[in-house]
Nanobody
Framework: QVQLVVSGGGLVQPGDSLRLSCAAS????????MGWYRHPPGKERELVAT???????NYADSVKGRFTISRDDAKNTLYLQMNSLKPEDAAVYYC?????????????WGQGTQVTVSS
């Protein structure tokens, strides 16, 4: 069983920074993609950023240049550094780990954390 525990959300002002963390535990296949998704109010869940176990990253256009995804595999932890936050970044943020390798498959979600950006 894989567990993902998210921390770091909160209330910030526009222009502020915030860092989210997602600690993974359990049996995780080493070749995987970890990512951050968010669910803004009144909208569908959307991808924020992903990072593969090889370190390749992918970002939504709306966060490029402001957000940085990273991972520390020694700590089994995923991070999202969010800078220059905007009101439209407000959402519930979720972390995800996905892998599919031969017969091995995993798709796990952490609990959401609320990020509110308001003056």
């Amino acid at each position: 069983q894989v567990q993902l525990v998210v921390s770091g959300g909160g209330l910030v002002q526009p222009g502020d920074s915030l860092r989210l963390s997602c600690a993974a535990s359990g049996s995780i296949f080493s070749i995987n993609t970890m990512g951050w998704y968010r669910h803004p109010p009144g909208k569908e869940r959307e991808l924020v950023a992903t990072i593969t176990s090889a370190g390749d990253t992918n970002y939504a256009d709306s966060v490029k240049g402001r957000f940085t995804i990273s991972r520390d595999d020694a700590k089994n932890t995923l991070y999202l550094q969010m800078n220059s936050l905007k009101p439209e970044d407000a959402a519930v943020y979720y972390c995800n780990i996905y892998y599919k390798y031969g017969f091995l498959y995993g798709n796990y979600w952490g609990q959401g954390t609320q990020v509110t950006v308001s003056s």
